[in-house]
């Protein structure tokens, strides 16, 4: 069984920067970052993949912003995101999944979420 636990959310106004941390136990091959905002559905941020030399993806809206890593020695995984915008402002989530690992398209329900989310909040 794997848990995760978010950490890191907070208030920023536009352009700032926050960096989140899930700690996780267990040997998954997927572990990523999911958001949902409210009134929407849970998205991908973004995910590695560690079966395939820990390749990432990231969803179209947080390209060149969001960087995703992972610190395999402490179980961590990160997730560092600057200039971050309004429309960035959700509940954060850590997930695993042990097959199909890019959050391009991504249907949440087939990812496994242990911890309750940190909330960041992006002012303008």
């Known amino acids: 069984q794997v848990h995760a636990v978010e950490s890191g959310g907070g208030s920023v106004q536009a352009g700032g920067s926050l960096r989140l941390s899930c700690v996780s136990f267990g040997n998954v091959r997927c572990v990523g970052w999911f958001r949902q905002a409210p009134g929407n559905e849970r998205e991908g941020v973004a995910s590695i993949d560690q079966d395939r030399d820990d390749s990432l993806s990231y969803a179209e809206s947080v390209k060149g912003r969001f960087t995703i890593s992972m610190d395999r020695a402490n179980h961590t995984l990160y997730l560092q995101m600057n200039s971050l915008k309004a429309e960035d402002t959700a509940m954060y989530y850590c997930?695993?999944?042990?097959?199909?690992?890019?959050?391009?398209?991504?249907?949440?329900?087939?990812?496994?979420?242990r911890g309750k989310g940190t909330q960041v909040t992006v002012s303008s």
């Open positions: 997930a695993t999944r042990r097959a199909v690992c890019s959050v391009v398209g991504a249907n949440f329900k087939y990812w496994n979420f």
